[in-house]
């Protein structure tokens, strides 16, 4: 299966940017990047001038664990269509309009709470609806971006996505660090008002992505493909309240249990750390067997069809599987699901290790998001022009390289200090490398999605690539309290090892039988 054309001319790679679909995923991109941040770096600062310990702080980087299990909901979005909105609209772009309605609505919750005053858990709250709908929205951007165009564009439309993303990021990050600090809150003088002006003038900026679906047009391959009558949907609908009921009842009643353990436990090994997340993935494999168990019962009981259930969540897993066979398959989710866990552990507790150095906000927002941005955008076309000049697997292995190599020049940082010539390096090097990983990776995730189950696929692909490294990030802000900066990133970078054996291994399996 070849997804790129190495013997493109350049000139046709650059002509292609200019293409409509390849313009749309550039602003569906900027509405993509705008949640993420606002549940990472900018509410971590946020939380740290509040007076929340760090260990809570990246604590809250579980709120965005939606997007790792995106999966669960993905065929409610994939076959359900919204009254009146699908008729209007159809299917992906209805479900689009409501994500980006209901991120909106999250933004503005999230604002309206003071971390300093009120309970942690409203915030909580705030940002998990946060993280669940902008996931819904990486379902159906996903999803649009794959049935939208051929695969010969995909490369290219992942730069141009990546770009957007990182727009978005930038208006998330470096706009609410610069309103922050210019409506006057200080690490040193702490002011609600100011981060809560911010985060609503923020949230005006999803209207880039509220006007750009309403006036793209609709797949053709999207056209269709729903369930049939009113009965199946509020079916469907009740079997997919009832695996996340019963996901979120297990994890709330399991947690005095799960202290109570990490007590236990920890006075038989040393390290806590590692006894908390070993408990924390019990906690996530007992969840998602309950759930698997109360979904099972929901179709016995004939609420839901047992064939629209099997053609929904089993028949886009079996595909992935006929297509590649067992061994490759495995190989593929292996793959899948480690290559950006250098990256993402390391990003949870990136604004907080800058400021503990002694960056001050502008300073962040200055160099990491708005120089940064520019060398991620810069990547990011490099790796889309780069994949589809030497084909995906090459550069996907050369970005895992660089993305592991780049977190050892965060020991260097962390041994200089307050280091203006140093962090331009760094955050140089670190977007550089990821731009190019991540256009690459987008690339050679679509390649593997079969388009008769795009949003279903893509959905099981890119929760897979973000649950452990999500998971381990929680553990971030313990990890340093315990180690200090150095060590972590350079596990953080040894963390890339496993990926660069997978990615040479997958592309030897290619070379034997089908090639990418």
Known sequence: MSITNPEKSLLTTLTAFSHPRVVTMLFLGISAGIPLLLIFSSLSLWLREAGIQREAVTYFSWAALGYSFKFVWAPLVDKMPLPLLSKLLGRRRAWLLLSQIMIILSIVAMAFIDPAKDTLTLMAWAAVCLGFSSATQDIVIDAYRIESADSNLQALMSSSYIAGYRIGMLLAGAGTLFLASYFGSTTETYDYHAWQSSYLLISGFMLIGVITTLTVAEPPQAIGNSL?????????????????????????????????????????????????????????????????????????????????????????????????????????????????????????????????????????????????????????????????????????????????????????????????????????????????????????????????????????????????????????????????????????????????????????????????
């Open 228 to 516: 049939n009558t009113h009965k199946d949907h509020l079916g469907f609908l009740f079997l997919f309240i009832a695996l996340v009921s019963a996901f979120i009842a297990c994890f709330y009643y399991s947690t005095e249990l799960a202290e109570k353990a990490k007590l236990i436990v920890s006075t038989l090994i040393s390290n806590k750390p590692l006894v908390g997340f070993i408990i924390e993935l019990f906690r996530l494999a007992l969840a998602l067997i309950i759930a698997s168990i109360i979904g099972k019962c929901v179709i016995l009981s004939g609420i839901v069809k047992q064939q629209i259930a099997v053609q929904t969540y089993m028949v886009p897993i079996q595909d992935f599987f006929q297509r590649y066979g067992y061994l490759l398959a495995w190989l593929l989710l292996a793959l899948i699901g480690l290559y950006r866990i250098s990256d993402i552990v390391l990003g949870v507790i990136s604004n907080v290790f800058y400021q503990d150095l002694g960056f001050s906000k502008p300073e962040i927002a200055s160099v990491v998001k708005s120089f940064g941005l520019a060398m991620t955008i810069t990547g990011g076309f490099l790796g889309g022009l780069l994949a589809v000049r030497f084909g995906v697997m090459r550069i996907l292995f050369l970005g895992a390289l660089l993305s592991a190599l780049t977190n050892l020049l965060f020991m260097v940082l962390a041994q200089a200090g307050h280091d203006m010539f140093m962090l331009y390096l760094v955050i140089s090097a670190d977007n550089l490398s990821a731009g190019l990983a991540s256009a690459a990776f987008i690339a050679f995730l679509s390649s593997l999605t079969n388009i008769s189950f795009t949003a279903v696929q893509y959905a099981i692909f890119s929760s897979l690539m973000t649950l452990l490294p999500k998971i381990l990030g929680g553990y971030s802000g313990t990890l340093v309290e315990t180690l200090g900066y150095s060590q972590f990133f350079l596990i953080t970078a040894i963390m890339g090892i496993p990926v660069l054996l997978l990615i040479i291994l997958a592309e030897k399996y290619f070379q034997l039988g089908t090639k990418l």
